[in-house]
Structure formats: C-alpha cells, structure tokens
C-alpha cells in the first residue's frame, strides 16, 4: 500500500530502482540547510548543486529527492547488506512533513510481489548497470567480478515481465546509470546497455527516431 499522503497537492512518483548499492545516505543537517534553499525552478542552479553539493560518494541523491518531496516511497532490489539492519525499512521526513517510505528487498521476486500489491500510481524506474554483477570486484577491493547470467537479465527486464508491464503503465519517468567502474569495464557496461536497448527501444537509442519499442511496434500494426 503506497504510504504517507504529499502536501502542496503534490503525490510526487515512487522511485523504483534495481542497483547493487544502496544509495541511501540521509541529507546531513547542514545539506538539509542547503537543499531547502535551493531553487528547483533553476535548471542552472540545480544543475551546479547536483555536481558540486552533493555527496561526492554519489549515494545520498535519492535521499535528497525525497527530502525535497521531488520522489515518493523507495523500492529498491540491491545486493549491498552485510547485517539483517541493512534490509530494515526506513523512513524520511520531508521538508513538507511528508514521510517516504524506504523498502528494500535482496530478491528480485520479492520487490516484483511487493510492487505488485501496493497502490502506487506513477514511478520513475531508475536501473544501475552494476546491478547485473553479483559478486563485485570494485567493492570488496578484490576486482573480480561474477554475473547474473543475460538469460536472467532478459527475463526479469522482459515487457511480458507482470513487474515491467506495471512499471512502464505508471512510467513517469527512466534513467540508467552505466557505472562502468562497478560493472567491470566499458565494454560490460555497454553489453547491458545493449540488452535494455533492445529491449525497450525501436529503433536503438540515439538513432534516427528512436522511440519505445511497444510504441513503434504498435504503430507499425496500425
């Protein structure tokens, strides 16, 4: 069930994230201070803040969205979590005294069961590349790394997937983060891209009308 009502007629998208981290740094009280006094109809402005004010770990930007009421509740499938604390919920106040609700779930079924049975109406869908990897060299500092295999990758990113198929109905929003460091090189970045590019979009991203793949196919039918 979608948690916490927005103020200011606001019901700002749920974000739905498949990462190998967590990213959920929580604003310090000082960035707090600087995030309400930030102007979100500044592009400029914002633009500047996001390179030089946010945390340089790049892992406090989600919680800083919903600090600012611009996400809703959090859905996230990682594989960062030592301790049985790392997989509790979590909660943050927002600056208009909204709470967000913060799920996170180590199974990919479990986060798709979940989605499922709530009543969010609009999400942003946000995939990191590194959420492919399984056992990630760059974050133990052994610089090995294992995968899921592209069989997997295709079934849980699948159009028919009954999770996909509720994301892209309540889409509001997409973005991929490539993370080659953590994904084990360019070339492996660029491999899943090129899955997701296939299949989501047609023609490919960046080229000559490229658009969604349901959307073109759908207009090649009629």
């Known amino acids: ?13 749920a974000l ?11 604003p310090s009280a000082t ?4 995030l309400r006094d930030l102007d979100l109809k500044n592009n400029a402005d914002v633009s500047l803040f996001s390179w030089a004010n946010l945390n340089p770990l790049n892992d406090g930007h989600i919680m800083s969205a919903a600090y600012l009421n611009l996400i809703g509740n959090v859905y996230l499938n990682c594989r960062q979590g030592k301790f049985e604390d790392d997989w ?6 927002d ?5 967000h609700v913060i799920k996170k779930y180590r199974v ?6 979940s989605l499922l049975n709530t009543t969010e109406e609009s999400v942003f869908f946000d995939i990191d590349l590194d959420f492919f990897t399984l056992k990630n060299g760059l974050s133990d500092g052994r610089f090995k790394f294992t995968y899921l295999s592209d069989k997997t990758v295709k079934e849980y990113l699948s159009l028919e997937r009954p999770l996909i198929k509720w994301v892209f ?10 993370e080659p460091e953590h994904t084990g090189g360019l070339l492996k970045s660029n491999k899943y891209l090129a899955i997701i590019d296939k299949l989501y979009f047609k023609p490919g991203l960046f080229s000559h009308n490229s658009n969604w793949r349901h959307v073109t196919e759908w207009r090649n039918n009629y």
Do not use: C
Request: proline share 4%; aromatic share 10%; net charge negative.
């Open 1 to 13: 069930m979608a948690e916490g009502k927005k103020k200011e007629n606001a019901s700002p998208p």
């Open 16 to 26: 739905v994230s498949l990462d190998w981290h967590q990213d959920l740094v929580y």
């Open 31 to 34: 960035e707090k201070t600087w």
């Open 88 to 93: 509790l919920d979590e909660s943050i106040e």
């Open 95 to 99: 600056i208009y005294g909204n709470v």
């Open 108 to 113: 990919f079924s479990d986060l798709e069961n």
């Open 169 to 178: 109905e309540r889409l509001a929003g997409f973005t991929i983060a490539l």
